[in-house]
């Protein structure tokens, strides 16, 4: 199975600021994805991250407040924008081989003051 | 309907013994694959088994095995021989074909292993 490696593993933002975070495979994934993880919740997707062109956002979350990259098949980055305490979670990117796998990296620990 | 339920919030084993996490799962879809994760309070997701739907036999990784009962929309997880660094969230998720492959997640049960 791939390696997958997330950076930053946390940090502390102002309010209004933004918080970029990367995503690095050390081989070629088909599909990736980003996901948000509250206190206290479970995990909801925010987006599947597609390789060349526009990613594709679920219910709730948008392109301005989550804008996503993702120039090739190793790598990909989600920036958090203008943040507010609200935004205060875990972030995860995951790959998926579509069997019988499918990995997180680390996670970004995420709290705005 | 919720697509994947974890009924269990919280649960506790006595070290050594076995148990099993709960998880009832609603698709239509015939091709799907069920996963269960660990997330320590480090905050990372573990991943531990895979059931796709298509298996004929139940799935087992080391002290985990999963018991799949395809007709009753059962996954349910069996950690043997608990550890106290089992001690952690689990979740299950189901991955479905016609929904873009994405995963959706249950709620959770933490898992307490007692000395």
């Known amino acids: 199975s791939a390696v997958i490696s997330q950076k930053p593993s946390r940090d502390i933002c102002q309010r209004g600021t933004s918080l970029t975070i990367q995503c690095q495979v050390d081989?070629?994934?088909?599909?990736m994805f980003w996901y948000r993880q509250q206190p206290g919740q479970s995990l909801t997707l925010i987006a599947t991250?597609?390789?060349?062109?526009?990613?594709?956002?679920e219910s709730g979350f948008v392109i301005d407040k989550f804008p996503i990259s993702r120039p090739n098949l190793t790598f990909s980055t989600l920036t958090v924008s203008n943040l507010s305490p609200e935004d205060s979670s875990i972030y995860l990117c995951?790959?998926?081989?579509?069997?019988?796998?499918?990995?997180f990296g680390q996670g970004t620990r995420l709290t705005v003051v | 309907a919720q697509k994947i339920t974890q009924t269990q919030p919280g649960m506790f084993v006595q070290e050594k013994e076995a148990v099993t996490l709960d998880c009832t799962y609603d698709?239509?879809?015939?091709?799907?694959?069920l996963f269960w994760y660990k997330q320590p309070s480090s905050g990372e997701m573990i991943f531990l088994i895979y059931?796709?739907?298509?298996?004929?036999q139940n799935a087992t990784e080391g002290r985990y095995s999963l018991n799949f009962q395809k007709a009753r929309k059962s996954a349910n997880l069996v950690i043997s021989a608990s550890q106290l660094g089992d001690s952690a969230m689990y979740f299950c998720?189901?991955?479905?074909?016609?929904?873009?492959?994405?995963?959706?997640f249950g709620a959770g049960t933490i898992l307490r292993v007692k000395s």
């Open positions: 995951s790959y998926d081989n579509l069997n019988t796998e499918a990995f």
């Open positions: 991250a597609n390789q060349g062109s526009e990613a594709t956002y």
């Open positions: 698709t239509s879809d015939p091709s799907y694959g």
């Open positions: 998720a189901m991955r479905e074909q016609e929904y873009g492959n994405k995963l959706v």
């Open positions: 081989s070629q994934v088909t599909m």
């Open positions: 059931q796709g739907s298509y298996d004929q």
